[in-house]
């Protein structure tokens, strides 16, 4: 069975990126924010530049900001963004 | 407890009369931010932005004695002198009132998903988050869960 995600991008990520979201089927063993990062960065180009590992992101998996060691499950909702700048 | 994310401008003195009626309450503390220098757009997390602001109303209001409180914060286009975000807590006592709405401010600027983008005469640029604001958010010493 296939674990189908949500994935949303804000801000410079999604101008980066030139999208701000997607339906994702993730592959066996991809079930953290932190691995789905990688996977993510494995298409190259924009995505190697805008997800960086250098690069200091934020994650939210249903809304709540994760740490990248979060996991992520069928039907959820993540989002990749940069620091909040906000207030 | 009101929120409210929107594009429209706020009226300080009519959100601080909102929240002062019951007779419990001695004290109202307010902070509005404002646009510096330059025009900017912000852009925010439909719905995660909400629930972000309320979770950290509600560890203010366990930390303080809050009767009510008000935070409202604007995205799209602002222009410099702008308002751009209302934080009003009401308590019996100033010490709480002043205290929760510090602490609300604090938390709001490194939890809540808000992006700035500044037009500047060489082009708009995202603002860069400054560790100054994790700072002042983590001298309030537990984390948010």
Partial sequence: MRLKVRVLYFASIREKLGRDSEELDLPA?????????????ARGGAWADALAEAKLLRAAVNQDMVSPAAPIKAGDEVAFFPPVTGG | MRISVQT?????????????????????????????????????YPGMTERAIGKI?????????????????RYGALQPNDQIVLVAVASGHRGDAFAACEF?????????????????????????????????AGRWTVPLR
């Fill in chain 1, 29 to 41: 063993g991809v079930a953290s924010i932190a691995a789905l990062r990688t996977h993510l960065r």
């Fill in chain 2, 8 to 44: 429209e401008d706020f009226d300080l003195g009519a959100e601080v009369k909102a929240i002062s009626g019951n007779p419990k309450i001695g004290a109202v503390a307010s902070f509005v931010g404002l646009v510096r220098d330059v025009a900017m757009t912000l852009e925010h």
């Fill in chain 2, 57 to 73: 109303v509600v560890e203010a209001q366990s930390r303080w004695k809050v009767i009510d409180c008000t935070v409202i914060h």
């Fill in chain 2, 104 to 136: 609300i401010m604090d938390y709001l600027k490194t939890q809540a998903p808000f992006w700035k983008k500044e037009q500047t005469p060489e082009g708009a640029r995202w603002v860069e988050a400054k560790t100054a604001d994790d700072e002042a």
